[in-house]
Nanobody, 123 residues
Framework: VQLQASGGGLVQAGGSLRLSCAAS????????MGWFRQAPGKEREFVAI????????SYADAVKGRFTISRDNAKGTVYLQMNSLKPEDTAVYYC?????????????????WGQGTQVTVSS
């Protein structure tokens, strides 16, 4: 599976961005899709995950209520709608796919990764 993330950019605090991640190869609905982020000098951290049929989602506490993950299996794409952005949301955002159930917090449990897209939130 190849993943291509896009949609990052520079936005003022309080603004919104929508990230997209297009998948190719494989059967998209078979994969649980996640978003992670990595700020300079910090470890990659979990942001959100959505299951294969799009019904079940989970979020990191830091983004709960502000970010929404969704997917369109017909288009092979997963989205991350980010609202009420804060300067501490600044990071490179990565999409990832995993085939197995269980732990979804640790980035090492994911099988495929996109290249990352930069999100910068100015104060």
């Amino acid at each position: 599976v190849q993943l291509q993330a896009s949609g990052g950019g520079l936005v003022q605090a309080g603004g919104s961005l929508r990230l997209s991640c297009a998948a190719s190869g494989g059967t998209f609905s078979n994969y649980r899709m996640g978003w992670f982020r990595q700020a300079p000098g910090k470890e990659r951290e979990f942001v959100a995950i959505i299951n294969g049929n799009g019904i079940s989602t989970s979020y990191a506490d830091a983004v709960k209520g502000r970010f929404t993950i969704s997917r369109d299996n017909a288009k092979g794409t997963v989205y991350l709608q980010m609202n009420s952005l804060k300067p501490e949301d600044t990071a490179v955002y990565y999409c990832a796919a995993k085939t197995h159930l269980g732990d979804y917090i640790r980035f090492s449990t994911y099988d495929y990764w996109g290249q990352g897209t930069q999100v910068t939130v100015s104060s």
